[in-house]
């Protein structure tokens, strides 16, 4: 029967943001525009400070912009309502997992989005069961949250994602508190589940490793260039603002 005209567009479109905090006195976000469409994953790089957690959250409704507009598979999202639905297929990862984690059991934190969603109590488990395992996290079912390091919570946190089977992520630095062989796992996980995505990060490697475009933000806005194009060899080269090392370097 064709798409439904709610269903049109891409899957996520930001248009022209602006946002500046209140009293502050330069705006953060200048008129940013992005589009993410099915299939694609952005990477976001950008030094500390440069507005990549208030992009998120703007994207989610947890702060809104002076102007410019949201829209989620074609549709603006103009009131809280709206937000509400989005944050129900739109999974924020946020850069500190201790924000989205407040269960005492990893259990029942994987639990409570499905929970929320309307599954019942036995099918909100069996999803949260199988989002561990599908991290290799079986096991931690009945570990306490706040005894977790900080590469358990980050993968912990992203299950809490994962269980409300989002048609997009956002991640936002989600390799900070990382050690090389849980980042490299997250460097798998995300290839393997290969969801729509924009992920922010000011580690290089890792959005190359990840991503299918990457851009710069800089000045409030999302900018692109040759330089910041994925890229596999091994000759040395001037990377200007963003210097980076291969893997096998
Ligand atoms: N609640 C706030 N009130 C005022 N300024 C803020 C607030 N949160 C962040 N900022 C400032 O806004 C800028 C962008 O912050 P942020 O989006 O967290 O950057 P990034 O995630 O790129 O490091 C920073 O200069 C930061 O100090
Ligand atoms: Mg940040």
Known sequence: MGEKPEDSGPLLRLEDL???????????LDSLSLTLQS????????????????FFHIIVGLLKP???????????????????????????????ADDQLFSPTVLDDVAFGPLNLGLSVSDARARAEQTLATLGLTGYEQRLTHHLSGGE??????ATILAMQPSVLLLDEPTNDLDSATRAHLIRIINTLSLASVIISHDWDFLAATCTTIYGLKGGRVE??????????????????????????
């Open 153 to 158: 919570k980050k993968l912990v946190a992203l």
């Open 66 to 96: 002076q102007s410019g507009t949201v829209r989620f598979k074609g549709k603006p999202l103009i009131e809280e309502k709206d937000f509400r639905l989005l944050r129900k297929e739109v999974g924020l990862l946020f850069q500190d």
């Open 39 to 54: 299939g694609e994953r952005l990477g976001l790089i950008g030094p500390n400070g440069s507005g990549k957690t208030t």
């Open 224 to 249: 692109i260039s040759d330089e910041l194009t994925p890229h596999a060899h091994r000759h040395a080269h001037p990377h200007g603002e963003h210097p980076h090392r291969h893997e096998d370097d």
């Open 18 to 28: 602006s946002f500046a905090y209140p009293g502050g006195s330069t705006p953060i």
